[in-house]
């Protein structure tokens, strides 16, 4: 075998070497994209209810922004604004055939008032170290399904993400969800 002839297995050898150790980098829209994957009900066995369920869903975002560090809570992601939470939740129940958006109330024994429960929720700063900032996944969200206040058993969730760059995701809904006692 000549020089040339060498050089040029060579050259293929540290071509084919360098193409597979190449890892494909994902490449998506910088605008958050989520799909709904599932809803399973748990049972509280001390209440005798089914009164939480967990919300999964798969999720992608291009540049990574997706979550919050617990300090981040200066404008505009402070409390009481819009994008405090960057999982937004809302919750509805089939109500004489139409899905209506209800608040779920709880009573505060400190105030003793009634308080209205936020599901929605702020996801932890999940941007990957290195170059390649594209990101998926999946979420998963614990929320509770029981209304005391209401005697409705047909719910649903609808719910978003929003990025650090605040771009809004598209909306998931779940099925019709049966609460059983």
């Known amino acids: ?14 071509l084919a070497a360098g193409l597979s150790s190449c890892k494909k980098i994902e490449k998506f829209p910088d605008v958050p994209r989520i799909e709904f994957l599932d809803f399973t009900t ?3 066995p001390d209440l005798d209810i089914y009164d939480r369920g967990v919300l999964r869903f798969s999720f992608e975002d ?3 922004d997706i979550g919050l560090n617990s300090g981040d809570t200066l404008p505009p992601f402070n409390p009481g604004s819009q994008y405090h939470y960057n999982l937004v939740i809302t919750y509805f129940e089939l109500q004489d055939g139409e899905l209506v958006e209800v ?4 009573y505060n024994p400190q ?5 209205t429960l936020s599901l929605s929720a702020r996801i932890p700063n999940l941007t990957p170290e290195g170059v390649n900032k594209a990101i998926s996944g999946e979420i998963l969200d614990t929320l509770f399904i029981y209304n005391f206040n209401s005697t409705y058993d047909t719910i649903m ?3 978003f993400i929003v990025d650090r760059a605040l771009n809004t995701s598209n909306v998931i809904s779940t ?7």
């Not at 608040?103 to 709880?106: A, Q």
């Not at 105030?111 to 308080?115: A, G, K, N, S």
Request: charged share 20%; proline share 5%; hydrophobic share 50%.
């Open 1 to 14: 075998m000549g020089l040339r002839s060498k050089i040029q297995l060579i050259l293929v050898i540290v």
């Open 111 to 115: 105030t003793e008032q009634y308080d």
């Open 175 to 181: 099925p019709l969800i049966i609460r059983q006692l």
């Open 157 to 159: 969730f609808e719910a």
């Open 42 to 44: 748990l049972y509280n």
């Open 62 to 64: 291009g540049d990574g």
């Open 103 to 106: 608040p779920i109330l709880w």
